[in-house]
């Protein structure tokens, strides 16, 4: 159930760095409520999941799978650059992450 409320938690970091990057484009107050309440949901089962995980291990696959998803999410809805570079990066990542999963 821990890796079940980590990939949650990374959801939380992916759409948290989504609303920042919308609020950042539109400031007005009410865009910040989103901002708090993803990453208070990724905050929230980042938690839980750390109750069987080690602390290390469980922020490393969150700040990686939410790193790589914010890059998708800017390539797919914000039209950041897209190159095979950055594409193989955001794949040793999440190797990395699936790699600490494995052996760790």
Same mark, same amino acid.
């Given at each position: 159930m821990a890796w079940f409320y980590l990939f949650l938690a990374s959801f939380g970091?992916?759409?948290g760095m989504m609303t920042i990057n919308l609020y950042l484009r539109d400031k007005k107050?009410?865009?910040?409520?989103?901002?708090?309440?993803? *990453? #208070?949901?990724?905050?929230?089962f980042l938690s839980l999941a750390m109750r069987d995980l080690p602390m290390g291990t469980a922020y490393a696959i969150w700040t990686g *799978? #939410?790193?790589?998803?914010?890059?998708?999410i800017g390539i797919l809805f914000f039209h950041e650059p897209a190159g095979w570079k950055r594409l193989l990066f955001i794949t040793l990542i999440i190797a990395g992450a699936a790699g600490l999963k494995l052996f760790g």
């Open positions: 970091e992916i759409f107050w009410w865009r910040l409520i989103p901002v708090i309440l993803t *990453f #208070g949901f990724g905050f929230l *799978f #939410g790193a790589a998803g914010a890059v998708l």
